[in-house]
Structures are given as structure tokens and as C-alpha cells.
């Protein structure tokens, strides 16, 4: 069994607009790998190309170029299928439906018996904090609640691997907690997550690598925490008193300076040499920290890069 739960290679899909005929290219030569058991984050602005990729793992589009492979196998094959759970950006649900029916046929597909539906579909309700509307029509649940019995249902199989695509797009506060720890019980239990989402907070809280996407390609790639860190970890030192010395040493960048305080950057490997010196100078150590660039600052440093 191959180590990753999602291989990518080379993906391009072009479309055909109806009426001009005009050929426009949404992804252009895509790469990437998902290793099994890892939260997956897939980030980029809107029209990056982010669902028209998701589209292809889950079979909804077929790829122009390119080599895609699911759990093994190909997207649309049926026994791949049943090892997935997928919740789209904007699902539409048959309002008639109660919660708890629309469950019950979700669990069908996967051959799931009458006892063990019941069960599964009860334990998920209340995983998703929706046990007290389980006999309610969807046409009355809220968006957020309709965002709830979305992922419920792609757990609904206890797949493999679950895709989401803006999972916590129309959530509460307290709703995003209960996905984002959903999403990393799904971890412990050894499962695949990928998602996409706009709310990078909650992507460097959970997520163990990241994709950005720009234009149709992935401009960088990798675990967060090295992409953050710039692929090696800084240190930012905050100091009482000031540097009358001109110039840093080379191995200090200045961050901040104020009255009776400096804030520097250096390698952690050479935190103990930068106390030193700011010690000789005087200064008072207040605090030591692990600093990085936020999600955000990387999202937007990619999204306005010019294409090659």
C-alpha cells in the first residue's frame, strides 16, 4: 500500500466557455502529494483553482492532462468511492428530508444495514452537535446547521479519507471548535483530511502540511510549520535598555526599537551568541520566542507574485 492517500501529477484541466468557444485553462500543471493519516490544508485565492482540483479527486470532473490517484486507485471507481467522505463548497440537500433521513439514504450508498445506521446516523448527529434536530426538516435548519449535517454525512461511511471543501465556511465561533476537533479526532484515528478554506487560523492550528495555489499552479508546497519558519526556525528577543552600537552583528536583524526596549530576529541556532552580545551591551532579556511569519503574510506574499 503506497505511503499517500492522494497523488497529483502534472493536473491541468481547460474548459470550454458556451458561448465563445474559448478555451480557459483553470489548473495548470498541478503537483502534489497527501501522505496517509495527515490534515491536509489546500489554500489559495478565489479562483486559484482550488474545487476545480477537488472536482477531479472526487470524480466530478475528469482531468485534461495529468495523473491522479486516489487511495490507490482512480477517482470514480466505486470501490475508491466508498472509502471517501466529500462535503462540496455549496451542497444542496433535498429540504424535505429530516436530518436524520437524509443520513439514513447517505448511509445506504454505503451498504451500511438497518442497526448499523441507525447507530452510525445517531452518533453523528451528535458529533456534529445536531442530536436535537434530527426529526427537523432541513428546509429549517440554519446555514450553519446545513454546513453541520454536511460533514456528518461525509463521515457517514467511516472513510479513509475526507475531502472538504470550505468546511467551516457559515460557522459560529463555537461551530468552528467543533469541526476543527473533528477534524483532529480524524487524525488520531488514522484518517486523511484534506480541505480547503479561507479561514487560515484554523488551517495553522490543525493542519501538518499546506498547498497555495496561485493562477492554476501550486507556487509552494510543504510542512507549515518549515514553511512559516522559512525552512529554519528564528528567534525573536525582546530586551530592556537600547544599542548604541550603529550597526547589528550580521547575525541580528532588527525588528523593533522604542524607548528603553529592542526586539531582534536570529537564528535559533545562534540564540545563545545573540544573548551574549545584547548582555555586553547592557541590555535586560525579557523574553526568548519561536518567530515566524503568519499564514496570511505567506498567502499574500504568493498571491500577488507575478507569473513567470
Do not use: W
Request: hydrophobic share 40%.
Amino acid at each position: 500500500m503506497s505511503d499517500y492517500a492522494i497523488v497529483v501529477e502534472h493536473l491541468v484541466k481547460t474548459f470550454r466557455t458556451p458561448l465563445a468557444l474559448k478555451k480557459v485553462r483553470a489548473v495548470r500543471d498541478i503537483s502534489f502529494r497527501v501522505k496517509r493519516g495527515e490534515i491536509f490544508g489546500f489554500l489559495g485565492p478565489n479562483g486559484a483553482g482550488k474545487t476545480t482540483t477537488i472536482k477531479v479527486l472526487t470524480s466530478l470532473i475528469r482531468p485534461t492532462k495529468g495523473r491522479v490517484e486516489v487511495l490507490g486507485g482512480r477517482p470514480g471507481d466505486l470501490k475508491v468511492a466508498r472509502r471517501m467522505g466529500f462535503l462540496p463548497e455549496t451542497p444542496n440537500f433535498y429540504d424535505y428530508l429530516t436530518g436524520e433521513e437524509f443520513l439514513d439514504i447517505i448511509a445506504r450508498f454505503y451498504e451500511l444495514d438497518y442497526k448499523t445506521r441507525k447507530k452510525r446516523v445517531a452518533e453523528l448527529l451528535d458529533l456534529v452537535g445536531l442530536g436535537y434536530a434530527a426529526k427537523r426538516k432541513l428546509r429549517k435548519y440554519s446555514k450553519g446547521m446545513l454546513q453541520r449535517i454536511g460533514i456528518a454525512q461525509a463521515l457517514i461511511g467511516d472513510p479513509e479519507l475526507v475531502i472538504l471543501d470550505e468546511p467551516l465556511s457559515g460557522l459560529d465561533p463555537i461551530g468552528r471548535r467543533q469541526v476543527r476537533d473533528i477534524i483532529a479526532d480524524l487524525k488520531t484515528r488514522g484518517k486523511t483530511v484534506f480541505f480547503s478554506s479561507h479561514i487560515l487560523s484554523d488551517i495553522e492550528m490543525i493542519c501538518d502540511e499546506v498547498a497555495i495555489l496561485n493562477k492554476g499552479k501550486v507556487v509552494t508546497a510543504g510542512a507549515l510549520d518549515e514553511l512559516l519558519s522559512g525552512g529554519h526556525v528564528m528567534a525573536e528577543i525582546v530586551a530592556e535598555g537600547s544599542i548604541h552600537s550603529k550597526e547589528l552583528p550580521d547575525f541580528l536583524k532588527e525588528v523593533d526599537q522604542g524607548p528603553g526596549f529592542i526586539k531582534v530576529n536570529c537564528d535559533f541556532k545562534l540564540v545563545n551568541e545573540a544573548l551574549r552580545y545584547l548582555m555586553d551591551q547592557g541590555l535586560r532579556i525579557k523574553n526568548v520566542t519561536e518567530a515566524r511569519i503568519s499564514l496570511e503574510d505567506l498567502l499574500m506574499k504568493h498571491a500577488f507574485e507575478e507569473e513567470e
